[in-house]
Nanobody, 126 residues
Framework: QVQLVESGGGLVQTGGSLRLSCAASGRTFSSGAMGWFRQAPGKEREFVAAIRWSGGPTYYADSVKGRFTISRDNVKNPVYLQMDSLKPEDTAVYYC???????????????????WGQGTQVTVSS
């Protein structure tokens, strides 16, 4: 089992920044990945960013590329999502997720992730 706990959400003005953290405990999956998803009211949960379990290559949704950065120093440290130049359309509940197996072709699909955090609210005011 893996437990994921997110923190760092809040209210910020357009153009501002926030950093989300996801602390993982329990099992580790050397072939897996960590990801961030978000869900706005009335919308489907969508992929934001992903990183291999031990750090390394990163992947982003087109809507956040160049503004968001996912990072992880090593398997013992949290996964971070640095969010800059925030826009009102970034408003959502942000979820941390863990996948036991990383598959590049399907990593943007929420069904590929096995464990989820409880979510943290991010609100960007205009």
């Amino acid at each position: 089992q893996v437990q994921l706990v997110e923190s760092g959400g809040g209210l910020v003005q357009t153009g501002g920044s926030l950093r989300l953290s996801c602390a993982a405990s329990g099992r580790t999956f050397s072939s897996g990945a960590m990801g961030w998803f978000r869900q706005a009211p009335g919308k489907e949960r969508e992929f934001v960013a992903a990183i291999r379990w031990s750090g390394g290559p990163t992947y982003y949704a087109d809507s956040v590329k160049g503004r968001f950065t996912i990072s992880r120093d090593n398997v013992k440290n949290p996964v971070y999502l640095q969010m800059d130049s925030l826009k009102p359309e970034d408003t959502a509940v942000y979820y941390c997720a863990a996948a036991k197996i990383f598959t590049r072709a399907t990593m943007q699909q929420k069904e590929e992730y096995d464990y989820w955090g409880q979510g943290t609210q991010v609100t960007v005011s205009s």
